[in-house]
Nanobody, 116 residues
Framework: VQLQASGGGLVQAGGSLRLSCAAS????????MYWFRQAPGKEREFVGR??????SIYYADSVKGRFTISRDYPTMYLQMNNLKPEDTAVYYC????????????WGQGTQVTVSS
């Protein structure tokens, strides 16, 4: 599975961005797609996940109510609203055949910077 994330950029606090993650290769309907992020000097953090073939979506508490994950196979999206400076990070999409905190496949990351 190959993943390509895009859509990052610089935005002011309160603004919005939409990230995309294009998947190619073998990823069936049971595959779980993830968004993670890593801020400078911090560990990688789970943001949310969605299954290609299902409707269940899970979010980290830090982004609930502001971020929305959706998918239109083979692309997954992360709509980020009401962005805060603490959302500044490199955002990664990932994929795995099952639910895990260590997905098997990772995209290259896209930088999101939120200015105050």
């Amino acid at each position: 599975v190959q993943l390509q994330a895009s859509g990052g950029g610089l935005v002011q606090a309160g603004g919005s961005l939409r990230l995309s993650c294009a998947a190619s290769g073998r990823s069936g309907s049971n595959y779980v797609m993830y968004w993670f992020r890593q801020a400078p000097g911090k560990e990688r953090e789970f943001v949310g996940r969605i299954r290609w073939g299902g409707s269940s979506i899970y979010y980290a508490d830090s982004v609930k109510g502001r971020f929305t994950i959706s998918r239109d196979y083979p692309t997954m999206y992360l709509q980020m609203n009401n962005l805060k400076p603490e959302d500044t990070a490199v955002y990664y999409c990932a994929a795995s055949a099952s639910v895990t905190l260590r997905p098997d496949y990772w995209g290259q990351g896209t930088q999101v910077t939120v200015s105050s």
